[in-house]
């Protein structure tokens, strides 16, 4: 490698290393390595932040790396670095701002290495990743493991052929491709070790559990509808994955079915209000406390939270396939009560589910288990007692 900001950064490395081993994210010196050895700069030589405008508006603020220092020290900070705006809702506001929905990141260095050793690959191991956006994880899993034994693929073709080059810039050189990673590595009939993906999905995809290698692991941010999180499974002979969620919390962008941009989703219909009463679950309880939400998600699989405002201000809202639907005021003199419309048993399943929460010293994420059947149904358990949540509506295989 020739680049000359090489030895400006290297300092930047070696800190952002050092920061997260003392953080608890890096645990093995080999992991610590590869932060210290791929310079994180060549991957996003610019990015976005998110700022709010003089009109209160939040707008991505464009910077790129001028080889001046500081800039190469703003490669390095532990943040997640915003690489990408889906183009259909991109506006330019001015010279260096604009608005609009990313799709892309450089994931947050904290995360992302505690990642890496919970995939605790072993040296001859095949590891797919899905979503390669920038190329600085490929660029990891390759100065760990050897280009050849990993494999990445992103939805969107342009990201793919800017990570490749930035990649080939760098010295490495893995096996990158373009398509929907829920679908695995197109193209190849290769099963996996270790897959990671850094994108969310809704359930485990079943050409996943198909690619990887009886005892190999699938690690991925599942989006369970109110929450999600870092799903750890291992694949045994019978196709059925089984494993939990894992201590390092983080969530991701949602898988893509194309490059051009997000679906939206459907409208559901709206039952109409039936009546407002007091409750012990508050939208402070449900923001502030994380677990819970997973909770919840495992209690009420087909609903949604969603941030509503209208005249009467900005709430929390629960919403449900068949209309249902229940919120909670953010502020205002009634943040302890909750308006409903639809079936009246919603919210009384929320206050069940806390009081669940609660009587069990309101457990962490880590304490819930996951599994994906063969036939493709899914359930969480509390590990202490196993007790046990359906998550796949009626029995419903995903595909
Ligand atoms: C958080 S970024 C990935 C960060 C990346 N690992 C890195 O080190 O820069 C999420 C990526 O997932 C990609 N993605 C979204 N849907 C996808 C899909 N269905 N298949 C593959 N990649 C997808 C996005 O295009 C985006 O680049």
Redesign the pocket.
């Known amino acids: 490698m020739t680049d000359p900001t090489l030895d400006a950064a290297r300092p930047y490395m070696i800190a952002l290393a050092d920061e997260l081993k003392t953080s608890g994210a890096l645990r093995s010196p080999r992991w610590a390595r590869a932060f210290t050895d791929v310079p994180r700069h060549l991957?996003?030589p610019e990015w976005y932040e998110q700022e709010t405008d003089q009109r209160g508006f939040a707008v991505w603020r464009h910077r790129r790396i001028d080889n001046a220092t500081d800039d190469l020290a703003a490669a390095y900070r532990d943040i997640?670095l915003v690489?990408?705006l889906d183009p259909a809702t991109a506006k330019q506001v001015d010279d260096h701002a604009w608005t609009g929905v990313a799709?892309?990141?450089?994931?947050l260095p904290r995360l992302?290495a505690g990642m890496l050793e919970t995939l605790a690959p072993d040296d001859e191991h095949l590891v797919l990743?899905?979503?390669?956006?920038?190329?600085?994880?490929?660029a990891?899993l390759s100065a760990r493991l050897g280009d050849s034994r990993v494999y990445?693929?992103?939805?969107?073709p342009g990201?793919v052929e800017t990570?490749r080059t930035r990649l080939a810039a760098a010295g490495y050189t893995p096996h990158l491709a373009v398509?929907?990673?829920?679908e695995g590595y197109p193209g190849s009939a290769t099963s996996f070790d270790r897959i990671i993906a850094?994108?969310s999905v809704t359930h485990l995809p079943a050409a996943w559990i198909e690619r990887t290698r009886p005892g190999g692991a699938i690690l991925t941010d599942l989006a369970l509808g109110i929450e999600g999180g870092l799903v750890h499974v291992t694949v045994d002979n019978g196709r059925r994955a089984t494993g939990g969620f894992t201590a390092t919390a983080g969530r991701?962008?949602?898988?893509?079915?194309d490059?051009r941009a997000y679906s939206t989703p459907d409208r559901s219909p709206r039952a109409p209000e039936a009546d407002t009463r007091p409750t012990v679950v508050t939208a402070a309880d449900i923001r502030a406390n994380y677990p819970f939400r997973l909770v919840l998600s495992f209690f009420l699989p087909d609903a949604r939270l969603v941030y509503n405002t209208d005249d009467t201000g900005t709430a929390l809202q629960l919403q449900c396939p068949d209309g249902s639907w229940a919120r909670v005021p953010l502020s205002g003199d009634h943040t302890d009560h909750v308006t409903h419309g639809g079936s009246p048993d919603l919210w009384h399943q929320v206050e069940g589910a806390w009081h669940w929460w609660d009587r069990h010293d309101r457990p962490a994420q880590e304490q819930f288990g996951y599994v994906r059947d063969p036939d493709g149904r899914a359930a969480a358990w509390y590990r202490p007692d196993g007790h046990r949540w359906e998550l796949t509506a009626g029995g419903r295989p995903q595909a």
Not at 129 to 138: D, Q, V
Not at 152 to 156: A, E, L, M, P, R
Not at 179 to 182: A, F, L, T, V
């Open positions: 991957f996003v997640t690489t990408a799709t892309s990141s450089s994931t992302m990743e899905i979503g390669t956006g920038t190329g600085y994880n490929a990891l990445s693929v992103d939805v969107d990201l990570a398509g929907d990673g829920r850094t994108c991701f962008m949602a898988a893509r079915a490059a």
